[in-house]
């Protein structure tokens, strides 16, 4: 057998391996948590108001969405925005264009538990907005910004040159070829990114205890106290005393992390004009 055959086999046999390694690490985890959760799962965990014997997770789910908007609203606007300059305005190999993607590695290096701190001590401390919701989205939405934005960045760059160059060639302005024709074409990358953030502000807790609280009911205001799926599946473990109530809500919140997954693609898919 020649070395370069021998290689391929090699290399072939170490994909296999890997790819069957991760998916049944995946299944091993689905199946235990599905096994030690679904049996508690009643209809108690559903109530509207919390309290020490149903241990509902409803509030917990509603904290969760409304989270999970608040966050989007305020990062993804910034993100695309910050991705259409550099890809779009900034001249390429400016010093500014060089230090923005260099803060934004950075940023997406940075443990949850420090963004917490952060936000602990601006969001609930020095603007004074307490353990709230508000407090909480600012946060995440500081988190989740470098995924977005280097996401929608490299989805753009991925738009091909010919695009702007018939859009100019037709009389199209800058901005109105940006809007209309650039960002349409690179919505797909845009989404994909919007979705990995979607599924670390489901799956995040360390930032949300110390901004959003633990407080378990259903926030009446942006100000108020809420507790995310996460957090509450935590607090649950960590208590000692409903441990299968917390698996029941792990395969809740796994639930919710593949339907909003399934949604995504959909969207993605009608974007992309696939049936």
């Excluded at 991760?22 to 030690?36: D, G």
């Excluded at 753009?156 to 809007?179: H, N, Q, S, W």
């Amino acid at each position: 057998m020649k070395k370069q055959n021998r290689q391929e086999v090699i290399m072939g046999f170490v994909t296999w391996a890997a790819a069957v390694v991760t998916i049944a690490t995946l299944l091993f985890i689905i199946v235990f948590i599905l096994v030690r959760g679904v049996p508690y799962i009643n209809p108690s965990l559903f109530s509207f108001t919390y309290n020490s014997e149903n241990v509902s997770l409803l509030p917990a789910m509603i904290s969760t969405i409304l989270m999970t908007l608040c966050s989007l609203v305020i990062a993804v606007p910034l993100g695309v925005g910050a991705a259409i300059y550099l890809t779009e305005y900034a001249s390429r190999g400016h010093k500014s264009v060089a230090f923005i993607r260099a803060t934004t590695e950075t940023l997406a290096g940075i443990p949850s538990i420090v963004y917490g701190l952060f936000g602990m001590l601006f969001f609930v401390t020095f603007l004074r907005w307490g353990f709230s919701l508000l407090a909480g989205a600012f946060t995440l939405s500081i988190m989740i910004l470098p995924l977005i934005m280097r996401s929608s960045e490299e989805a753009i760059k991925a738009v091909p040159d010919m695009y702007r160059e018939g859009a100019f060639g037709l009389g199209a302005g800058k901005l109105r070829t940006v809007f209309r024709i650039v960002l349409p074409s690179a919505l797909p990358g845009i989404l994909a990114g919007i979705i990995l953030a979607v599924g670390r502000i489901v799956g995040e807790t360390a930032a949300l205890i110390y901004t959003a609280g633990t407080v378990a009911q259903v926030p009446e205001n942006l100000l108020m106290s809420a507790r995310t799926l996460s957090v509450h599946m935590y607090a649950l473990s960590s208590e000692g005393l409903h441990i299968n109530e917390g698996y029941a809500t792990a395969v809740i919140l796994l639930l919710v992390v593949v339907m909003i997954n399934m949604l995504s693609v959909k969207i993605a898919q009608r974007i992309g004009g696939h049936p």
